[in-house]
């Protein structure tokens, strides 16, 4: 069976480096790719949202699934134009239809939701350019910290967690009256901060059924210690030390079979992932957000665990058999490091040509590529500000952190940086489970 995937990153990367070991895919395409995906299937240079051309060759190549990685198609209603095209009905698209996609799509309606099906999350309130002064009156009724959020998508990027009130109002008008995020910041949450610990859960559900899915913690934050400024993620672990039998139940019982039954209540289809970003509070799940996508750079450090094959647990989807599928993980502990450009999350520079790739990665260790492409001279070389994420399996957190870090330092460009110390918030926990 030939195989489309939507998408450019290392998530992309890393699904097309896990349907390839399936048996059952023939040919694989990414559209559009980059230069990892290159090295194991055809990249096909066509805009994720795109929808016609991508119809247009799902026809031409035989394409009987679509794997949609990036959130931006699914909100745009991907699912919905194949859907709604007769010659294209018969193919399986992985991911949820517009409707459903909203949850990810649109940060006021995932906290209606929350809110309307009695699933714990922060407090919040809305508000637009129009409603900016109740919104400053209401920053000046909060305690602090406080967290702002841009509406609509943000790349990972549209989360300000203020100090104060100074910050929160400074950072409140900058979205609503001088675009700081776009489009995506026309509505802003204000919501609680809440104090914990986050960690991120993933199931694969046909709106009614599901699988879940080896858990993770990604880290946001550009600095060591979780300082400086936000970014689409600066590596992961997997699995997560205090994520134990106890606390996923509640995750279960509290948190996905409310959501579920929220959607079908709601009559919202849903056929694909779903991510929920959680944080711990005293040993409760409060819901941060939801996306509707796997997680990036969190794919890195689930799908080297997942040892079933993933096409046929996406056939399983298909045939509404999730109920009785029987998910194989390896129980060993993988950590994924993200490799960026200097000066990202902000301004950096693109076509650095990358050093390292040629050197024969040790047993259990991956490169992903992210923000990458080969250039004429057919050099692969820098193409974004999260370039390539290493991630490597170990017996522990430890061992797998090590051996990623070591593979990690290897791969250089002028300006390339990483964090050192991803995990390392989570060695007071690892002894209890490792």
Not at 201 to 219: C, H, N, Q, S, W
């Amino acid at each position: 069976m030939n195989v489309l995937i939507i998408g450019s990153g290392g998530r992309e990367h890393a699904l097309t480096w896990k349907l390839q070991q399936s048996p059952y895919c023939e040919r694989i395409y990414v559209a559009p790719g980059n230069a990892g995906t290159a090295q194991l299937a055809t990249n096909v240079d066509i805009s994720i949202t795109n929808f016609e051309e991508l119809a247009k060759f799902a026809t031409d190549f035989n394409i009987m699934m679509v794997v949609v990685g990036q959130e931006a198609a699914l909100v745009e209603g991907i699912h919905d134009y194949f859907q709604a095209q007769d010659y294209l009905r018969h193919i399986l698209v992985v991911g949820p239809c517009k409707a459903g996609a909203q949850l990810e799509g649109s940060k006021d309606f995932s906290k209606q939701f929350l809110l309307k099906y009695n699933i714990p999350t922060a407090q919040y309130q809305t508000f637009t350019a129009d409603t900016i002064d109740q919104g400053l009156a209401y920053l000046e009724r909060q305690s602090y910290p406080i967290v702002l959020k841009a509406d609509g998508l943000a790349a990972g990027k549209g989360v300000v967690i203020a100090k104060d009130l100074e910050e929160a109002s400074f950072t409140l008008k900058g979205m609503l009256l001088h675009n700081k995020f776009g489009s995506a910041g026309n509505k802003v949450v204000i919501e609680e901060f809440l104090q914990g610990i986050e960690m991120s859960a993933f199931i694969l559900t046909d709106g009614k059924e599901y699988v879940m899915l080896p858990e993770a913690k990604d880290y946001k934050r550009i600095g060591e210690e979780d300082t400086g400024l936000n970014t689409g993620g600066m590596g992961a672990v997997s699995p997560v030390p205090f994520a134990k039998e106890a606390f996923m139940d509640k995750v279960r019982t509290r948190v996905i079979e409310p959501t579920l039954a929220g959607l079908q209540a709601e009559n919202i289809p849903y056929s694909g992932f779903l991510f929920i970003g959680l944080m711990n509070v005293n040993g409760d799940p409060y819901v941060i957000e939801y996306n509707v996508r796997l997680g990036d750079p969190e794919t890195e450090a689930i799908l080297p665990r997942i040892q079933s094959d993933l096409f046929e647990l996406f056939k399983a989807l298909h045939d509404h058999e999730l109920g009785q599928y029987n998910l194989q993980m390896d129980p060993r502990a993988a950590t994924t490091i993200f490799l960026v450009s200097g000066g990202y999350p902000e301004d950096y520079e693109k076509g650095k040509e990358i050093q390292g790739l040629d050197k024969e990665l040790p047993e259990d260790v991956y490169c992903f590529h992210a923000g990458t492409r080969q250039n004429e001279q057919g050099q692969v070389v820098t193409d974004g500000g999260r370039v390539m994420a290493i991630t490597a399996l170990g017996s522990d957190m430890e061992e797998a952190l090590k051996k990623a870090n070591l593979a990690a330092s290897h791969i250089k460009w002028p300006g390339r940086y990483f964090r050192q110390d991803i995990g390392f918030d989570l060695r007071k926990y690892a002894a209890e489970r490792f």
